[in-house]
């Protein structure tokens, strides 16, 4: 039985779980999945073993929606999957993770495929090639599997006996490694997309799983696998800092809301406007950047904007008329604190610029007298393959139009962006990928 994916799967949480005695897992999968809730709001799922046999159970919707009476994940063995998606016909049996029966397997997989320069494959793909492999163990199939695949994954796959964890040689998507000991001295191994996961379960972050390296653990204990015939150069997509992950989440040593705390500074340094009364944020990423932006400039920082929580995600909707409609529900101004004051309005990114239209026209409309528009990244010029979520170059703003042309149609007083090579400086030791800021790039795959 297959449990296969429609599209590509990009973002996508994935969570694994290893307890060295047999409990019931359903707290840590809840406080896991939900932690992650951020990375997939499409479906879930769970698969999970006591060593005898495999059980799952897929949703769509929330991670809540999995946790009914009849959700009872008893075993030592699971793994948890969130599915972001731009399908609008998606479907709870196109959900992961995935079961290979004939392996005795379960993947979950984030990431963007292509198998031996085949064309894009999805998870499904995955799971097919890697029940061809001849080898007997799956750390082996694993490793062969690594030279064939192109493109960005992190997989937690599981067996009735291991739970095993890989990252891309690039390290393009996250993945870390944790270790809970709760009160009942029971001591488990936990993989994750990311550490909000793992610190909201109860345990602490032990390392990022390195750029291709297989992480395998077993009742022996954790073993790493990280021969590679050649370096692993990191590239983790500057997406994860500047949108995706949680605030609260740590990728090496730098915690997502100091990256874009400090993102706020460096705008700060870079643009500053005499005549500005009050700095925003778009809620919620690009907040921290609003709140650096105000920290350094000594302009007060205020709430521009409520965002309605209870609102799903207005850019995957598929027709942009109906992703405008999302967006003006999702976000409305706080005319009390705009109106008859010069703004500067912060967003982490602009990607087709319906947000931003949205927010700078409520703003005008609300009284605001002049709209000084930061970006806590460059312009976003060219479609990424393995990260941002658009089908194509023209759908881009900054691919469409120069800078000055972006200010004209957003109807602002200014534009500014953070460089490439600035995000080098703010994300310390992280070695980034920033394809999608470079115009000439056009295809990684
Ligand atoms: P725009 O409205 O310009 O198309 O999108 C920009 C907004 O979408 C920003 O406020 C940013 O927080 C958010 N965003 C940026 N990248 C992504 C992505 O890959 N997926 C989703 N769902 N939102 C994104
Ligand atoms: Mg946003």
Redesign the pocket.
């Known amino acids: 039985m297959y449990r296969s994916s429609d599209k590509m799967e990009?973002?996508c949480g994935v969570l694994g779980i290893y307890s060295k005695k047999t409990a019931n897992l359903s707290d840590y999968l809840y406080d896991g999945l939900q932690s992650l809730q951020h990375r997939g709001q499409e479906g879930a799922g769970a698969c999970w073993t006591d060593g005898s046999s495999f059980m799952s159970k897929h949703k769509l919707g929330l991670s809540t929606n999995l946790f009914s009476s009849d959700f009872n994940p008893y075993g030592n063995i699971a793994i948890g999957h969130l599915r972001?998606s731009t399908s609008n016909d998606l479907k709870a049996a196109s959900l992961g993770p995935m079961l290979s029966t004939e392996r005795n397997f379960a993947l979950a997989h984030n990431g963007h495929l292509r198998v031996n320069n085949s064309n894009e494959v999805d998870t499904l793909e995955a799971v097919k090639f890697l029940e061809k492999g001849q080898a007997e163990d799956m750390i082996s199939i694993f490793e062969s599997f690594r030279y064939k695949l192109e493109g960005s994954y992190a997989f937690v796959l599981m067996t009735k006996e291991k739970l095993i964890g890989m990252r891309d040689p690039k390290g393009i998507r996250p993945l870390l490694l944790g270790y809970i000991k709760n009160k009942y001295d029971e001591e488990l191994w936990i993989l994750s997309s990311e550490s909000c996961a793992i610190k909201t379960m109860g345990g602490n972050v032990i390392r990022m799983v390195e750029p291709g390296e297989i992480i395998e653990i077993d009742s022996s204990g954790i073993h790493s696998y990280k021969q590679f015939n050649h370096q692993c150069n990191e590239e983790l997509c500057a997406?994860e800092y500047?949108?995706?992950s949680r605030a609260d989440s740590q990728i090496y040593d730098t915690c997502v809301h100091e990256f874009r705390y400090k993102s706020g500074i460096l705008l700060s340094k870079k643009y500053n406007f005499s005549d500005a009364d009050i700095v925003i944020g778009?809620p919620d990423?690009?907040i921290p950047a609003a709140m650096g932006y105000s920290k350094e400039s000594n302009i007060p920082y205020v709430e521009g904007f409520v965002k309605n929580h209870y609102m799903g995600?207005?850019?995957?909707e598929p027709e942009s008329n109906l992703?405008k409609k999302r967006?003006q529900l999702k976000l409305n101004v706080l005319e009390y604190n705009v109106s008859g004051k010069n703004v500067v309005l912060i967003?982490?990114?602009?990607?087709?610029?319906?947000?931003?239209?949205h927010m700078i026209e409520s703003l005008k409309k609300c009284g605001a007298k002049k709209v000084y528009f930061l970006l806590a990244s460059p312009p976003i010029t060219s479609h990424c393959y393995l990260?941002?979520?658009?089908k194509s170059h023209e759908e881009l703003?900054a691919h469409k139009k120069s800078i000055e042309e972006i200010k004209i149609s957003l109807g602002v007083d200014f534009i500014g962006f953070i460089e490439t090579d600035e995000l080098d400086t703010i994300a310390s030791s992280s070695k980034l990928c920033k394809k999608c800021f470079n115009l000439k790039y056009k295809r990684i795959l």
Request: aromatic content about 18%.
């Open positions: 990009e973002y972001y997406f500047i949108y995706f778009a990423s690009g995600r207005s850019f995957i992703r967006v967003d982490d990114s602009l990607v087709r610029g319906n947000t931003a239209k990260g941002i979520d658009t703003i």
